[in-house]
């Protein structure tokens, strides 16, 4: 079974640009969740999407948005780069029914991830 | 809101002894916790998740937790420590309402001497 796949893996790109991260789940996963990670803040949550819908967002600038596709592969995008948003961005997938009791204890399963280096 | 301390952003040990990585949450409600591990340029996996079902969990390459609700800890223990078990470790809970959402403890970095 391929577990979550993301592409990229390294981006570099400059200042004021804008980017797309891709992620595929696993099969039969249909919640899609992003997080950020950098040596200062640690690992914050972005945002998670579940059948096309974005149920959960973090405390990020709308420069950050995503969506996700009716085959549950999910992008997301930065507009208007900047230096601080250069950080390793990690998309995690659940098997996720919906149900807030089910979910609570329903693990996530994450890719390998995106390093992106703004210049 | 909940929220999840590692209590040492370091650990060291040699090869063999013990290992201990302190958690402890906070939270309002009843927590589900999990432990991950990220090995250099990788991904995070899943060692072990708490879901209510019993206080000490068992999780893979022979770690365990026990999960404390008196002392609202969580703490991460393996009996033997090997050298492939050095990589960076973090405390992740969610709560009922917020299921969809991990927090993330700030990791603590497992070396492993010979």
Redesign the interface.
Known sequence: KAG?TQTPRYLIKTRGQQVTLSCSPISGHR?V?W?QQTPGQ????LF?Y?SETQ??K?NFPGRFSGRQFSNSRSEMNVSTLELGDSALY?C?SKR?SGG??T???????????T?LTVV | AQSVTQLDSHVSVSEGTPVLLRCNYSSSYSP?L?W?VQHP??????LL?Y??AATLVKGINGFEAEFKKSETSFHLTKPSAHMSDAAEY?CVV??????????????TQLTVLP
């Open positions: 979550v919640s969740s997080y640690g690992l914050q949550f998670e579940f149920r959960n973090g990690l995690a996720s807030w009791n979910e609570l204890y329903t693990e996530a399963f994450f890719g390998q991830g390093r | 589900s999990f991950y340029n990788k991904g995070l996996q899943l998740k879901t209510s973090f969610t709560i009922s309402g917020s299921a969809r959402q991990l927090t993330f403890g700030s990791g």
